[in-house]
């Protein structure tokens, strides 16, 4: 849960549970642990959710969570839990699998290095301005002969 306020009043967590219930009401599966979680899913060491990594491993189990944001928040943690082979459902989006959330996190890296590539370009030509206004302001005569 997000607040202390929530974490005391059950509502946020009654919420997840339904949620987690109504999706395994009458599917072939049955379930093997429950593990209830009152940590912020911004941290990645929670003591619960090790726990319930551990069982679902040792049963071959998936995960299964109300929310994807409930899991963690951080996007290089959820990668790498299923780097590990980790599998989870979130109730919030069950078609979500390995392959459409390995998907977006590589558009969100190649959008980040895409920016991150313009954004060193800006940065070139900026301080280039820069060197040529100061040479300018020393003195130094800019531009030469045209090569044609």
Known sequence: MSTDKQRHSWLGLE???AAVTNYLNGGPWRLVAEHTEVESGK???????QKALAACGK??????????????RNLA?????MDAGVEFIAVDNPHANRLTLQCTIDVIRDT???????HEREA????TR???A?????????GGAAIG
């Open 112 to 118: 980040m290095r895409a920016y991150g590539g313009a």
């Open 15 to 17: 919420a997840q549970r």
């Open 134 to 142: 100061a040479a300018k302001g020393r003195g130094k005569k800019l």
């Open 43 to 49: 941290r990645n060491t929670r003591p619960e959710l």
């Open 59 to 72: 049963q071959k189990g998936k995960r299964i969570i109300a929310k994807l944001d409930r899991l963690s």
């Open 77 to 81: 943690f959820i990668a790498a839990l």
């Open 124 to 127: 070139i030509s900026e301080r």
């Open 130 to 132: 820069a060197a040529l």
